[in-house]
């Protein structure tokens, strides 16, 4: 158990749905970060949250939004959902110093169908 | 923007030597990690440089040349479960300190 928790595990819905994908950071750690990750196109970076404000975006879709709440967990919302949009979403939270990588979550596989 | 490459396979022999390399091109370098993904897991973290030179820690080492846009991951007396992806990843402070990771350099150990 890495310490980050992301719910659900596995989601399946249909394609012009909206999900919401929620993460639980590490005891301590103020920043969330959420990663895509499909077979040919490797870990895309989308958006990071500070201590409950967006520090920096990365190749997020306008169909997509986060926001971090005060307890710290996160939500990654997906709207009028695409096959193309299947995939696996990761959520990482890092300490504030420089010398350490994130810790992961294990994911949420969405299938769009 | 970046760019982060590495091969997207390799195969060794299990008790061998083997070394992913990764080149890079960023315009804020803050530190390269090196992760370790086995298939439908989530990445989990390996190694960070921030200075040049080499990192060593147990069966894995990590080597860093900020002047060439160059790192290489090497993993010694190689094992069967070390067979995953490992995945580089560049910190740059250019995009809000996000990880930008490459694709991945599959790893097969038999």
């Known amino acids: 158990d890495s310490g980050v928790t992301q719910t659900p595990k596995h989601l399946i819905t249909a394609t012009g749905q909206r999900v919401t ?93 | 923007g970046q760019n982060i490459d590495q091969p997207t396979e390799m195969t060794a ?16 370098f803050n530190g390269l990690f090196w992760y370790q993904q086995h298939a439908g897991e989530a990445p989990t973290f390996l190694s960070y440089n921030v200075l040049d030179g080499l990192e060593e820690k147990g069966r894995f080492s990590s080597f860093l040349s900020r002047s060439k846009g160059y790192s290489y991951l090497l993993l010694k007396e190689l094992q069967m479960k070390d067979s995953a992806s490992y995945l580089c990843a560049v910190r740059d402070r250019d995009s809000g300190y996000a990880l930008n990771f490459g694709k991945g350099t599959s790893l097969l150990v038999t």
């Open chain 1, 21 to 113: 994908l929620r993460c639980s950071p590490r005891s301590g750690d103020l920043s969330v970060y959420w990663y895509q990750q499909s077979l040919d196109q490797g870990l895309q970076f989308l958006i990071q949250y500070y201590n409950g404000e967006e520090r920096a975006k990365g190749n997020i879709l306008e169909r997509f939004s986060a926001q971090q709440f005060p307890d710290l967990h996160s939500e990654l919302n997906l709207s009028s959902l695409e096959l193309g949009d299947s995939a696996l979403y990761f959520c990482a939270s890092s300490v504030a110093g420089p010398n350490y990588g994130y810790t992961f979550g294990s994911g949420t596989r969405l299938t769009v169908v």
């Open chain 2, 13 to 28: 022999t299990e008790g061998a030597i083997v070394q992913i390399n990764c080149t890079y091109q960023t315009s804020g």
